[in-house]
């Protein structure tokens, strides 16, 4: 069983930054992408949710207009993990973040860590 657990959330001033990270049970070779989505506050999770960022097994990454420039994915395949560098946050950022990988056998989800831009 997949296993995806996200880390790094928090509160925050406007301008600052956080780390996100998404560490899964095995390795993340196997995936053929992963990365984030958010679902702002008071929206539903899965109807509402919309992708932050992505990188794929080779490296390629894509990011949401909004957050390009600001925020960074990444993965170490020796730790099993993907992080997301956020910077210069905004308070339009906050949302819950949900870790996903994709493999052939279906996309697999994190718990989602919450992250609050105070402004």
């Known amino acids: 069983q997949v296993q995806l657990v996200e880390s790094g959330g928090g509160l925050v001033q406007a301008g600052g930054s956080l780390r996100l990270s998404c560490a899964a049970s095995g390795s993340i070779l196997r995936f053929n992408a992963m990365g984030w989505y958010r679902q702002a506050p008071g929206k539903d999770r899965w109807k509402d949710r919309w992708?932050?960022?992505?990188?794929?097994?080779?490296?390629?990454?894509d990011y949401a207009d909004s957050v390009k420039g600001r925020f960074t994915i990444s993965r170490d395949n020796t730790k099993y993990t993907v992080y997301l560098q956020m910077n210069s946050l905004k308070p339009e950022d906050t949302a819950v973040y949900y870790c996903y990988g994709d493999t052939p056998r279906g996309v697999y989800w994190g718990q989602g860590t919450q992250v609050t831009v105070s402004s």
């Open positions: 992708l932050v960022a992505r990188i794929t097994s080779s490296g390629s990454t």
